[in-house]
């Protein structure tokens, strides 16, 4: 049994994708053991209750410097025992230390195809603004390893969506959402706890 942790800072639409995935059989040989938030009174802590799943946060602002806040994720971490962490909205960056002592063990969610619209400064909304912006005809998601990069990390999925005239950031983000990354993250949790990766 994959035991996952699930980092988030936001409204959890990636968490309830993969909760819903692991409830209804897709999502096999995997236990969601743990929910950890960098943010108090968010959306996703909600959904991992009402999924009776453990959950906490971690917030920078309640520690005096970063190498504390780095200590104590990786604490809360370490207090799950897990086989693997996924970033589901983590507007975090990932200490050195979580990454040495879990190196293979992180993957990510990104909301374009990487290499484009990727690296520092492209999250959220900015990377949908910045497809737009760009004219490009064809966007999706990509699940990837972490390493000490920036969406470095070797590719694991990939999943095409069409843009499309009229396009907002906000529309492309939420069709992006729901055509891939809201498939393809649970499929490649379920990858690896069948030893398909």
Same mark, same amino acid.
């Given at each position: 049994?994959?035991?996952?942790?699930?980092?988030?800072? #936001? #409204?959890?639409?990636?968490?309830?994708?993969?909760?819903?995935?692991?409830?209804?059989?897709?999502?096999?040989?995997? @236990?969601?053991?743990?929910?950890?938030?960098?943010?108090?009174?968010?959306?996703? *802590?909600?959904? $991992? @209750?009402?999924?009776?799943?453990?959950?906490?946060?971690?917030?920078?602002?309640?520690?005096?410097?970063? $190498?504390?806040?780095?200590? $104590?994720?990786?604490?809360?971490?370490?207090?799950?025992?897990?086989?693997?962490?996924?970033?589901?909205?983590?507007?975090?960056?990932?200490?050195?230390?979580?990454?040495q002592k879990y190196e293979g063990k992180i993957i990510n969610i990104h909301p374009s195809l990487i290499p484009s619209f990727c690296g520092?400064?492209?999250?959220?909304?900015?990377?949908?603004?910045?497809?737009? $912006?760009?004219?490009?005809?064809?966007?999706?998601?990509?699940?990837?390893?972490?390493?000490?990069?920036?969406?470095?990390?070797?590719?694991?999925?990939?999943?095409?969506?069409?843009? *499309?005239?009229?396009?907002?950031? @906000?529309?492309?983000?939420?069709?992006?959402?729901?055509?891939? @990354?809201?498939?393809?993250?649970?499929?490649?949790?379920?990858?690896?706890?069948?030893?398909?990766?």
């Open positions: 049994m994959l035991k996952v942790v699930v980092l988030v800072s #936001g #409204g959890g639409t990636n968490l309830q994708a993969i909760i819903d995935k692991v409830q209804d059989g897709t999502v096999t040989n995997t @236990e969601i053991v743990g929910v950890i938030s960098n943010n108090y009174g968010v959306k996703s *802590l909600e959904r $991992a @209750e009402k999924a009776g799943i453990d959950n906490k946060v971690v917030a920078p602002k309640d520690y005096p410097d970063r $190498a504390s806040f780095n200590k $104590a994720l990786l604490a809360a971490l370490d207090s799950y025992d897990p086989d693997l962490i996924v970033l589901a909205g983590f507007l975090v960056v990932i200490p050195e230390i979580v990454i520092t400064g492209y999250y959220g909304l900015r990377v949908h603004e910045a497809a737009l $912006a760009r004219g490009v005809k064809v966007s999706g998601a990509t699940v990837h390893f972490v390493d000490a990069g920036t969406d470095t990390g070797p590719i694991i999925l990939q999943k095409a969506v069409n843009v *499309l005239p009229g396009d907002t950031p @906000e529309i492309l983000q939420r069709r992006i959402m729901e055509e891939a @990354e809201w498939v393809i993250l649970p499929q490649a949790i379920d990858m690896i706890a069948n030893n398909k990766i």
